[in-house]
């Protein structure tokens, strides 16, 4: 079957960084998506990897590793607005997006 | 209209009763979506459509129907509804299918089946 696994929750602090971690098992690899989602709100795009390595936009970076089946998500500086689930979706071979169950991150001043 | 409009923003409803949950997107996307999202559980997909005039199952069909008549709206709509398709509903968007295409979701409807 296929799976994705994120931790369900994450407690950090204002100012710091975080690393958001997302392993999954697919049929078929067609990229990895990171979006943000606010509580009671749509999930917004953040990131999407198909290639091994780092990509970075401002204070997010998000990595995969395809021969490992494992993507991180890294916020720095955290701010306040920044408490909200993060959700891993996987395209898989027919270009269908799997998702996890999100991991809930909060950010203590 | 900006983006993806859902209606209505949520809805208590009888088991047993006919729903339609409304999804019109501005964007002239091709590929439009809709999942459901249950607390521990990642976004499901219900149904798909790549094109105006097709559409396809995808991991939760059972129990909705949807139709694609042109290429803005994608209205999902419960036959019979049962309690335990009490969920969020999300109706999303992207410019075609394929890869590197990131999806565009709607507000969400909040559906509670009693």
């Known amino acids: 079957g296929q799976n994705i696994d994120q931790p369900t929750e994450m407690t950090a602090t204002e100012g710091a960084i975080v690393q958001i971690n997302c392993t999954y098992q697919t049929s078929g690899f067609n990229g990895l998506f990171w979006y943000q989602q606010h509580a009671g709100e749509a999930p917004t795009f953040l990131s999407y990897n198909v290639l091994d390595g780092l990509e970075e936009k401002g204070r997010f970076s998000s990595f995969l590793s395809r021969s490992k089946g494992y993507s991180y998500l890294l916020l720095k500086e955290l701010q306040m607005k920044d408490s909200a689930s993060y959700l891993c979706?996987?395209?898989?071979?027919?270009?269908?997006?799997?998702w996890g169950a999100g991991t809930k991150l909060i950010i203590k001043p | 209209i900006a983006g993806i409009t859902q209606a209505p923003t949520s809805q208590i409803l009888a088991a047993g009763r006919r729903m339609t949950l409304r999804c019109t997107q501005d964007m002239r996307h091709n590929a439009m979506y809709w999942y459901r999202q249950d607390l521990g559980l990642g976004l499901r997909l219900i149904h798909y459509s790549n094109t105006a005039g097709t559409t396809g199952k995808g991991e939760v069909p059972d129990g909705y129907s949807v139709s694609r008549a042109n290429t803005d709206d994608f209205p999902l709509t419960l036959a019979s509804a049962v309690p335990s398709q009490t969920s969020v509903y999300f109706c999303?968007?992207?410019?075609?299918?394929?890869?590197?295409?990131?999806?565009?979701f709607g507000p969400g409807t909040r559906l509670t089946v009693l």
């Open positions: 979706a996987v395209k898989d071979s027919n270009y269908q997006l799997i």
């Open positions: 999303a968007s992207s410019a075609r299918e394929g890869a590197y295409n990131e999806q565009f």
